[in-house]
């Protein structure tokens, strides 16, 4: 079964430090990773995806991420936080294709970002 | 496009009533998914159709909870009768799903209290 798990449940930054959030993933094929991220009383944001390819992805508001099949991780980073990226983030892991009902995604616990000024 | 619309946002009810969630996905898209978000449990995935017919309910937590896809513009997630155990964070998505799977769009949720 696909599982993902995110070790940090909450971590705090200065404004302008780098970050980076960790992903493990627990999956039998080619996995499809996300990262999003949710702002207080919204909904889920997608920030960026892999599916093949280039190993290293470009997402919105300056995130990227890594994927490391040797490690099994797909680790989000930014170099220099903003006070308005404190949100809660969450790591997806599904199937690159569908196969008949293995189609759904698994979210991680999340990791809830304080930024502090 | 307006997203995927999620209504109401905010719903206050007393035990043992009828509640019913409701979601319009995005035009087009095939795929629709219930998640239910606790403090407890995180995200949880409740049911998902394809094409309005439901393909896994097995994250639906109990008889109490129902799904309905009348067509591919509209759901409804039913929790009859209600307890205060389901309150959380009901969110809807909706995906476009033709071989590649593709990322989910998500609606804004509702926040459903029994008291």
């Known amino acids: 079964a696909q599982s993902v798990t995110q070790p940090d449940i909450h971590i705090t930054v200065s404004e302008g430090a780098s970050l980076e959030l960790r992903c493990n993933y627990s999956y039998g094929a080619t996995p499809y990773l996300f990262w999003y991220v949710q ?17 290293l992805v470009q997402g919105i508001k300056g995130f990227e991420a890594e994927f490391k099949r040797s490690q099994s991780s797909f680790n989000l980073r930014k170099p220099s936080v903003h006070w308005s990226d404190a949100a809660e983030y969450f790591c997806a892991v599904g199937p690159s294709y569908l196969t008949g009902t293995a189609s759904k995604l698994t979210f991680g616990t999340g990791t809830r970002l304080q930024v502090t000024l | 496009d307006a997203g995927v619309i999620q209504s109401p946002r905010h719903e206050v009810t007393e035990m043992g009533q009828e509640v019913t969630l409701r979601c319009k996905p995005i035009s087009g898209h095939n795929s629709l998914f219930w998640y239910r978000q606790t403090m407890m449990r995180g995200l949880e995935l409740l049911i998902y159709f394809n094409n309005n017919v439901p393909i896994d309910d097995s ?18 997630l039913k929790i009859q009768p209600s307890e205060p155990r389901d309150s959380a964070v009901y969110f809807c998505a909706s995906s476009f799903r033709q071989g590649r799977n593709t990322e989910a769009f998500f609606g804004q949720g509702t926040r459903l209290t029994v008291v």
């Open chain 2, 59 to 76: 994250g639906m937590p109990e008889d109490r909870f129902s799904a309905k896809m009348p067509n591919a513009s509209f759901s409804t």
């Open chain 1, 39 to 55: 702002s207080p009383g919204q909904g889920l944001q997608l920030l960026l995806k892999y599916f093949s390819g280039d190993t």
